[in-house]
């Protein structure tokens, strides 16, 4: 059985809910990743932060990245996959939530994070067509 824990890429970090977007690019940039999850104060999982949500949804609506918060940005609930998943519950997850980046915990702690680039990396032909097809075909019609 290939897990969770098999695919991911190991190495995510937080950003904690009290950063600055500007501090939130700043390490998307060192670590060269899209996302970074968001934690609270207890290191929870309470968000994700993306690029694009720095750049749409403050950036370009005139808002300092200095002087708002990754916890500001925030929105929904934060899904997740325990490490010892089995891939077809991580692309069901991915799939259902249309989602494109899943962190990754273990004990209650982020271990890492699978993104698009980790699916095609780990799986056949035919499970990234169908996972594709579900996430991007049902993204399309909002």
């Known amino acids: 059985m290939t897990t969770a824990g098999d695919i991911m890429h190991r190495g995510a970090q937080w950003i904690p809910a009290h950063e600055t977007l ?36 403050c950036v370009a609506v005139g ?8 916890g500001e ?4 609930t934060p899904r997740w996959i325990d490490a010892d998943a089995d891939v077809s519950d991580v ?6 939530h249309q989602i494109r980046r899943l962190p990754v915990i273990e004990n209650k702690r982020l271990v890492g994070m699978i993104s698009e680039a980790d699916l095609a ?21 909002r």
């Open 73 to 76: 940005m925030a929105q929904g």
């Open 91 to 96: 692309l069901r997850e991915m799939q259902d």
């Open 121 to 141: 990396h780990h799986l056949t032909e035919d499970q990234i067509a169908a996972w594709a097809e579900s996430v991007y075909a049902k993204s399309a019609t």
């Open 22 to 57: 500007d501090r939130a690019a700043q390490l998307m940039r060192e670590l060269n990743v899209g996302a970074l999850p968001i934690s609270d104060a207890n290191e929870r999982l309470c968000g994700i932060l993306t690029d694009r949500d720095i750049v749409v949804g």
């Open 63 to 70: 808002h300092d990245p200095a002087k708002v918060t990754a």
